[in-house]
């Protein structure tokens, strides 16, 4: 029992990691409709950047707001830089497909030369190395901050898209780029703001796993990136509370595959998730959202 | 007087251009992964310990006219980069030999070619089995798995007493699959019993879930087969599930790194691993080496860079055995026949099988640092 709750425990710290980052590509590939690749790029960015203000010795609510807002900027020169540009040219979305893919690689390429090739680690804190023991089950105060920063981000990002008039336009967006023109939406903007706040999440993201993992090199994107992928089927495209609930179902997935059948097995059975849910529910376990958007 | 000096230098200058082409440019390939993940780390160690050793032989005039001119390719870790690169290498700079790949997963995909080509090939990290078994020119100065984890084992059970381990390995790397079966095949022969087999990925970061298994199953020890950046936070990752510091860890031949250390810090102390090399090692030699790697690249070289350093010497001293570079059969029977030869790490040989033959040693992480085991 106690080594089933600790499992439960190990998968929500993972799955609430999952959920911030493919929230953000949840925003960008279902609501907008654009294929951004980018995104596990702006992960590692915002990893690094996080661990530049912790190496700095600066506390890390401090790391977590220099990577929101470093990877909120990063997306929207992103959308600036690329998919504007390519939307005003009227390039097919294929071409910001492969272009995004190109911005990706250029980031990593970058990371690399600035802070080599070598994994790094989160300075070591009082903070870091805090750990209960509940019933034989070992909580760190690590996990319990990434879960309750994920769970506020998330709160945070459902009230804006509800309650507030970006959050409305967003939404409108959404539902039809003409029909938001028509009522008066500022579209470019509008999109512009989305962008924000998908590589905002990225970055946070990068964060919270290098904190918990004490991993951060320029290629942990990539990994990150196919894990957003799956967790945005798994919830169905453009569904945020879907996305929630699939990252921590991807979470809890991966971790009981291995406590339970073998760990050489876990991405077969994540994957293998994926295949049956596109069969039985192509619109993803969570659909019903996609109705409701508008 | 106008003339003359323009005629003295002229002659000057023919007199330079005069040596300068009697001097017989030998091109080196260094096939090391410099960017690429884990195995860049490997990778920049061994460039680095490569460059090293040839600038230094250079610098001795040890070779007479031959000069060694490293030419370093990077292959990211993709054997299929390294394939090409051996190609590049081997049809157009027309280097005598290869120092390298990083990886066993590359040496078994491109070693075969430069064996055609008969381009003798130095390895200097892979230690899985069978490397050198890939043809009459491959060579390696890495110590096997099997070489040195027998040791390791027993030097564990002299002083732990273990009845029973728990055994974690990447299963999607040939090195780290190969030392997973040198693991277990010694844990078996030890008559330890294996309560809990588990597997991580290559970019894995979570490792809780094959943990907390392992911890469910409580062995006295922990055989790890990963790479240092892995191995680190596998046993930080363990020590944060409350496995206590009393369940050693016994580590692969490539976790050997600083990087261990770093990363995983106190979780690490007492990590125990088996090595053809270590920083302290008390040899002349050795302290020139880590001194001058230390001036000139400005941290502490490991045991890859060591290993690299001594393949670039065994070659060198072949090179001068076998008078040049002309004949490749001779000069791949010079390389065979090292024997008891000075490296950085100690007297160095080759058997029949073109494996290293040196004394390996028991290593423990205390205080951050790896240090010979205390012999008990």
């Not at chain 2, 728990?166 to 294996?194: E, N, P």
């Amino acid at each position: 029992m106690t080594t089933f709750l600790q499992q439960v425990v190990n998968g929500l710290s993972l799955g609430s990691i999952y959920a911030v980052f493919a929230i953000g590509c949840t925003l960008i590939f279902g609501v907008l409709n654009i294929v951004n690749l980018a995104q596990g790029a702006f992960f590692m960015v915002g990893a690094y950047l996080g661990l530049e203000v912790a190496l700095l010795g600066l506390p890390l609510p401090l790391a977590l707001a220099v990577a929101l807002v470093g990877g909120g900027l990063l997306g929207m020169a992103s959308e600036l830089l690329v998919f504007r540009v390519l939307r005003m040219r009227g390039g097919h979305k294929w071409m910001g497909l492969v272009a995004s893919l190109a911005l990706a690689r250029l980031l990593v390429g970058l990371a690399q030369e600035i802070f080599g090739t070598a994994v790094h680690g989160y300075p070591p804190s009082s903070l870091t190395a805090m750990v209960w023991e509940v019933g034989g089950v070992r909580v760190q105060l690590l996990q319990v901050i990434v879960v309750v920063t994920a769970v506020v981000l998330m709160a945070i990002l459902g009230f804006t898209l509800q309650k507030t008039s970006m959050g409305r336009a967003i939404r409108t967006v959404a539902f039809s780029e003409d029909v938001a023109r028509i009522v008066g939406v500022e579209v470019g903007r509008t999109i512009l703001a989305t962008f924000f706040i998908a590589g905002a999440l990225a970055g946070a993201a990068g964060v919270l796993l290098g904190l918990l993992f004490n991993v951060v090199s320029p290629f942990m994107g990539e990994h990150m990136l196919v894990k957003g992928l799956t967790v945005i089927i798994l919830g169905g495209l453009g569904n945020i509370p879907g996305a929630v609930a699939g990252g921590f179902l991807l979470g809890l997935v991966e971790v009981f595959s291995v406590a339970y059948v073998s760990s050489a097995f876990r991405d077969a059975i994540g994957f293998g998730l994926i295949f049956l849910i596109l069969l039985v529910k192509p619109t993803g376990l969570f659909s019903g959202f996609e109705e409701r958007r508008a | 007087m106008h003339t003359r000096l323009t005629r003295l230098l002229v002659a000057v200058s023919a007199c330079a251009l005069a040596t300068s082409a009697l001097a017989e440019d030998v091109k080196l390939g260094v096939v090391q992964s410099t960017s690429g993940g884990s195995a860049a780390l490997y990778g920049t160690m061994q460039k680095n310990g490569a460059e090293l050793a040839a600038a230094e032989i250079n610098a001795s005039g040890k070779l007479g006219d031959i000069k060694l001119v490293p030419v370093h390719q990077d292959d990211a870790g993709d054997r299929g980069q390294t394939v090409n690169i051996f190609q590049r290498l081997i049809n157009q700079d027309k280097v005598k030999v290869i120092f390298g790949p990083t990886l066993t997963t590359s040496a078994f995909a491109a070693d075969p070619i430069a064996n055609a080509a008969k381009v003798p090939v130095i390895a200097s990290s892979n230690t899985a089995p069978g490397v050198p078994a890939i043809g009459e020119y491959i060579f390696r100065t890495s110590a096997p798995e099997a070489a040195v984890f027998p040791g390791v084992l027993a030097y564990a059970q002299k002083r732990y007493s273990p009845k029973t381990a728990a055994q974690i390995y990447g299963i999607d790397d040939v090195l780290m699959k190969a030392a997973y079966g040198v693991h277990k095949a010694a844990l078996d022969k030890a008559g330890i019993k294996v309560v809990a087999t588990e597997t991580f990925q290559k970019g894995d970061v979570d490792y809780s879930a094959q943990l907390t298994k392992i911890k469910a199953a409580n062995p006295d020890i922990i055989v790890v087969g990963g790479l240092a950046e892995e191995t680190a936070n596998i046993v930080r990752q363990a020590r944060q599930l409350g496995i206590p510091q009393t369940t050693v860890f016994l580590g692969a031949n490539a976790a050997i790194s600083t990087k261990l250390a770093d990363l995983a810090g106190p979780a690490a102390e007492g990590f125990l691993v088996g090595s053809g090399w270590f920083i302290d090692f008390d040899s002349p030699l050795n302290k020139a080496f880590v001194e001058a790697y230390k001036a000139k690249y400005g941290s502490s070289p490991d045991t890859f860079a060591a290993q690299a350093h001594a393949a670039v010497t065994i070659f060198a001293d072949a090179v001068k055995r076998a008078g040049g570079v002309s004949d490749p059969a001779k000069l791949r029977t010079a390389i065979a026949d090292t024997k008891d030869l000075d490296t950085v790490l100690g007297p160095f040989s080759f058997d029949n099988d073109r494996e290293p033959v040196l004394a390996a040693k028991v290593l423990e992480l205390k205080d951050g640092k790896f240090q010979l085991a205390p012999v008990k």
